[in-house]
């Protein structure tokens, strides 16, 4: 089975994205950028650019799924509703181009991609630049979060059907039957 995914790291100023195309075990990096929204303007603009990039990215690639990062529960009320606000304007794209849409939190992202939820932003990056071939350095760190929405996304849907067609009962049958999924 073949399909594409969207992953977004939600913001205001900087906004991440990757697209990565899943076939079977497989995946491959298609793209991994940013947008950056201009900084002279007002928050609605902002807003508007948010839908005419991911928009703009929906079109290009078309996926299948979209995977976002949940926002995480910070101090300043102000940021956490415009940084809900992104996240929205992000998910009603999506659903206006019939994608469905899964949302997860930060700590659920970092789990998945390197076995700990406390990781740091530059671990992450790291193991993801290993396991999909590519030079993180010179990226930020908001396009790495969102391939690792993209990321987390797949290993989700990836384990059920192990354990299904496998009849895999326990962690250490599938790591057997996975090796290449243990770094």
């Known amino acids: 089975m073949k399909k594409t995914i969207l992953g977004i790291d939600p ?12 076939e079977g075990n497989k995946m491959k990096l298609l ?10 303007g007002t928050h609605h603009d902002k807003l508007k650019e948010i839908f005419w990039g991911i928009d703009s990215i929906i079109n290009k690639h078309k996926p299948d799924e979209m995977a976002i990062e949940a926002p995480f529960f910070g101090k300043n009320v102000q940021s956490m509703l415009k940084l809900g606000r992104a996240q929205g304007v992000a998910i009603s794209v999506a659903l206006s181009h019939n994608i469905l849409v899964s949302e997860y939190s930060p700590r659920k992202i970092k789990q998945s991609i390197t076995g700990n939820g406390n990781s740091a932003k530059e ?12 030079e993180h350095k010179h990226l930020l760190l908001d396009a790495t979060d969102a391939l690792g929405v993209a990321v987390c996304h797949h290993f989700q849907f990836q384990i059920p059907t192990a354990l299904a067609k496998n009849k895999i009962s326990g962690w250490k049958k599938f790591v057997a039957l996975n090796p290449e999924r243990v770094k």
């Open 11 to 22: 913001g205001t100023n900087v906004l991440g994205f990757a697209i990565i195309l899943v």
């Open 123 to 134: 671990q992450v990056a790291a193991i993801l630049s290993q396991l999909l071939q590519f």
């Open 31 to 40: 793209e991994m950028d940013v947008l950056r929204m201009k900084k002279s």
